[in-house]
C-alpha cells in the first residue's frame, strides 16, 4: 500500500503459435502461420497484506532533450527538442518468498524472452500516476544481510516498441554528365 | 575543359530557409554509393566531400575546380557536385 491504496501492476503478453502449417496444407487454403493472440492479463497488486510487497515511494520522471542552434542572420536561436523518456519508479520491500516476489521474478523474467519483439505490456495504476501499455526500463533486487527482506526497484517507461523497422532512404542523385550540369559533353 | 559527373546536392534557397550554419545531406550518388555530404554557410557556400573542401564560386569560378572535383551552381540555385568521370 502506498498512502492508504495499494498500486496495481497488469503483466500483458502475446503469445504465438510456432508451427507453420504450411507444408502440411498446402494445397488447401488456410492460413498457414497461426497469428499472435493475447494472453490474460496477469495483475499483481502491490499490497504487504494480500502480496507481501511493501511500497516504499514512487516517483514519476520526464527527461526531454534540448539542442539550441544558432544562425548567421542573427535570428532567434532554433530550438529542437527530442523526447529522452517518461519514466514511473517504484521503489518497495519485498518479504522473502513471498507470492508477490516470486510472481514478479518470474515476469519480469519472462519479459525478457520478450524483449526483442515487443510482445508484452505493463499497466500500473496507483490514484493520478497510471501507465497503460509501458516497458519495463528496468528491474533490480537488493538482499543485505541485517534482514530478510528485499529492496527491489522497477522502473516503467512509457511507449510502444514500433512493430516495423524504419529505414530513412537517402535522396538520390542521378549523374549528368558534362564541363557544367545541363550543358552535356561541352 | 574538364568534364565530371555531375550531381544535384542541394538547393540554395531551401538550404537558407533552414537557418541553420551548416547540414549534413545523405546523397545515394548512382554509380558511386550513399555519401554524406556536409554543407556549411560561412562568407561563401561550402561543401565538404570526403577530405576535400568545395567553395561556392570562390576567385568567381563557377564552376570552381579543386584537384578531380568541381562545385557549381545554376540559374535555379540547385548546387551540383562534380565527380571525376
Partial sequence: MLNGISPILIFDFLEGASVDLGSVFNKIPVLKTIPTFPLPSIPLYLDEQLTGLYVDSQTKNIDVETEMSTNPAEKNPIVIQKAINSLITVNFKAVQNSVGMILLNLLCDKILSGLLNGKYSITYLHTNVTLFGGLLHSFSTVQNSENDLFNVSLQ?????????????????????????PGVPGQ | MTVYNWYKIFNKDEFDSVGLVSKEYEV??????????LVTKGFRYSMVYGDVFLTLKLGNKNPFEFGSHAIYIDSFNDVWLGLPT
Fill in chain 1, 156 to 180: 516503467l517507461s512509457r511507449g510502444k516498441v514500433n512493430s516495423t523497422v524504419q529505414t530513412l532512404v537517402a535522396k538520390i542523385a542521378q549523374p549528368f554528365n558534362g564541363v557544367i
Fill in chain 2, 28 to 37: 545515394n550518388l548512382v554509380g558511386v554509393g550513399v555519401k554524406s555530404i
